[in-house]
């Protein structure tokens, strides 16, 4: 097992890194990162472009004049190479598809996220006919030459399943983030909510878009809720950014903060109560990684497909999506009862164990002895109890 892979993105990785850089430490050939395009500027602005990938080789495709010639050189010297590739119809795939067809190599495990579900009714109804011939033909294409899929969560194992990719050769799987253990702990003064009348304070962080983030529903989910309650919104981009900043404006519970750098994220959100994710659609929202990471409770919509660690480690409250009669529910029952803050802390901390950069990388590890080589059973994914 000392074969080279190969690891294609269309950016640089940030949401996966923690265990990818796992894999690119511990693999015993070498391991390479191929970048088609740079991080979005958006992304730079966060603060995503840390230089930090482990072992791992990097190759800049966009930096060089003749990129086919550059990664048919690479390929090359890498006939024998795994490759793992993100998406199936992303444009990193387009690209390294034919190339790697000319070397005849089927060791390839593609990466995806499940497809974009979101809109109005009629539009997700548009969205399910044609998402379920493209990728029908995806998968019947893809399948023959690939040697397995790793599938966001458990709602993209069951939608690629549906597809027609063999279940057998589909791994659930998750984005792993590198994230470090915050120096402080959680601590939520249950006396203060309690005796002294301390507002709950909930925290949003991310874009302003009503279509895929939800924020939209969280703003209408306030004017049902009762109680002594804050929340602070964290963000300030997004197509319906100057929308969102007029409501908060106009508000004396609703607070917003600009930009926090990403590496900053898991310690400041130790100052909530609670984190609210109400999001419509996600391919696996990291937030609930930071926060069961920072031992912070969460209240987040099932279309986070990342809720399934929230649900099977009961670190937080999971509530139906697009609802905005559900998320008040959920950000109620915490105001009425905070007790609960402290239990969803201490279950996070267990959760944190099974999702961490390490576990999750020797997961990767383990699905490519076992769908390249052969080797050993198949892996269980750790984080599902």
Known sequence: MKDNILFWFNHPPKVGKGAFNYVANNWHGKVYYIFLYDFREERKKANWDDGDFGNAQIIKLYENSSPNDLIKNVLSENENAIHIINGLDSPVTRFALPLLKEQRNNRILFMSER???????????????????????????????????????????????????????????????????????????????????????????????????????????????????????????????????????????????????????????????????????????????????????????????????????????VVKNSSVNALAKGLQTLIDHPNLLQKFHENSRTARKFINEDVVGKYLIDIIKYSIYNIGERPDCPWQK
């Open 115 to 317: 497809p974009v579900q979101m809109g109005g009714v009629f539009e997700r109804w548009m969205r399910d006919l044609y998402f379920n011939y493209k990728y029908s033909l995806l998968c019947k294409k893809l399948a023959p030459v690939s040697s397995g899929m790793l599938a966001l969560g458990g709602l993209g194992v069951s939608l690629f399943t549906k597809y027609g990719f063999p279940a057998n050769r589909i791994f659930q799987f998750m984005y792993c983030p590198p994230l470090k253990r915050p120096e402080s702990q959680w601590i939520s003064s249950l006396s203060e909510i309690v005796k002294h009348n301390r507002p709950i304070r909930f925290l949003y962080i991310g874009r302003f878009y009503y279509k895929t983030k939800g924020v939209d529903v969280l703003i209408k989910s306030v004017k049902r809720l009762r109680g002594n309650y804050e929340i602070d919104f964290v963000g300030g981009y997004g197509k319906d950014a100057v929308k969102v900043r007029r409501v908060i404006d106009k508000s004396s519970i609703l607070n917003y903060l600009g930009t926090w750098p990403a590496d900053e994220v898991g310690t400041r959100m130790q100052d909530y109560d609670a984190v609210v994710i109400p999001t419509r659609y996600d391919g696996w929202n990291l937030l609930v990684n930071e926060a069961v990471n920072a031992g912070v409770p969460i209240v987040v919509t099932d279309g986070a497909v990342s809720d399934e660690v929230v649900s099977n480690f009961d670190c937080g409250i």
